[in-house]
């Protein structure tokens, strides 16, 4: 099950504005509005089957997420992936996850979870150079390994737009983005998948470890 997020920025005080996960029928999407209205975002992925909700704030998104993540890797074989969510050497949506759900005092909802990140598989088990440069973040990877046809869902150029599309209120773009991501992140999980051993894959458990007081 692939998922992606979107924030406000990179800063420990900065918020999730946007998690979304594919699921077998589509994605399903949370979006924090801030407090604002916002309009349906359920028909921003095209052919593509979108669930979403809206929630006032970042604690009651992630408190949604932690529902929905009980509720759905309950007893189910599910490998929770992402691009650069986490990696021996950095990653940045599992680290920001962690760093909100701690700052809120809300509980992690990711334990048992085993988790891989596709972007070492990626780099080192494909050859994503394209005119003398390597095209190893999201997009790039997925325009040259997969059919590019999630790209066209996408209403930036740049992730960064999504800051500036949180802040202006223009939330359906910010979730047709969301899903674009996830979307793309799940192929590339799958080109992986189909071509590399399933020794590449490098599992973690995503359980917080555990100490005797």
């Not at 029928?25 to 979403?52: C, H, M, Q, S, W």
């Not at 085993?114 to 390597?134: Q, S």
């Amino acid at each position: 099950m692939a998922f992606d997020i979107e924030t406000t920025g990179f800063n420990a005080t900065d918020v999730v504005t946007t998690v979304g996960f594919a699921v077998p029928l589509g994605v399903r999407l949370f979006l924090n509005t801030g407090g604002r209205a916002a309009p349906g975002i359920e028909d921003v992925g095209g052919d593509v089957l979108v669930k979403g909700s809206t929630h006032a704030s970042e604690q009651g998104l992630l408190t949604a997420v932690g529902e929905f993540v009980a509720e759905r890797f309950r007893d189910a074989d599910v490998l929770l992936v992402a691009y650069n969510g986490e990696r021996w050497s950095g990653g940045f949506d599992v680290p920001f996850l962690r760093t909100r759900f701690a700052l809120l005092d809300l509980a992690w909802p990711f334990g048992d979870v085993p988790y891989a990140d596709v972007m070492p598989l990626i780099t080192k088990r494909f050859n994503t150079t394209v005119g003398g440069d390597e095209e190893n973040d999201l997009d790039g990877a997925y325009d040259v390994l997969c059919d590019g046809v999630y790209g066209e869902l996408d209403p930036f150029d740049e992730s960064a737009e999504a800051v500036t599309a949180f802040e202006d209120g223009e939330f359906a773009a910010l979730a047709a983005h969301n899903v674009a991501d996830v979307l793309r992140t799940r192929a590339l999980g799958r080109v992986a998948e189909r071509y590399c051993a399933k020794s590449d894959f490098d599992v973690k458990s995503l359980t917080p470890t555990r100490t005797n007081s």
